[in-house]
């Protein structure tokens, strides 16, 4: 699949849209994390047949947080870091892609960085950015 290059504007259309989901996702996210030491304990019985009674739930969730990171991806967001909600946007900046960068419990986009520097690059927009 090709990469979807954002205009800012489309961009920062999609932040309410990606906030719903992207809170979804931490909170399924986290629930995965908090079921998974049960779920640990039932793999090390399984030679000995061992269940439990948090598979199902747990099938439920993983599954539920697969379609929610699939309808980011369907966006063409890049989803950098569950557990920050932290989404990059391609975007083409001077003849070059970089990332729009936003995180959940920002309100806007107001960063960029290189592919290559990541969250730790990240810059302020300038003016121009905003189309």
Not at 52 to 59: K, M, N, Q, R, T
């Amino acid at each position: 699949m090709e990469e979807r290059i954002f205009t800012f504007s489309e961009a920062v259309g999609l932040i309410p849209q990606l906030r719903a989901i992207l809170q979804e996702v931490v909170d399924e996210w986290n629930r995965v994390k908090g079921l998974n030491p049960q779920i640990q304990k039932a793999r090390d019985r399984s030679q000995f047949d061992g269940g439990s009674p948090y598979g199902v739930e747990y099938i439920e969730t993983v599954t539920h947080l697969m379609v929610l990171l699939q309808q980011v991806r369907d966006m063409g967001v890049l989803l950098k870091d569950v557990d920050k909600g932290l989404c990059d946007f391609p975007y083409m900046k001077n003849g070059k892609v970089v990332y729009l960068c936003w995180q959940l419990g920002e309100d806007t986009i107001e960063y960029w960085h290189d592919i290559e520097t990541g969250f730790a690059g990240r810059e302020p927009l300038d003016d121009s950015d905003h189309e």
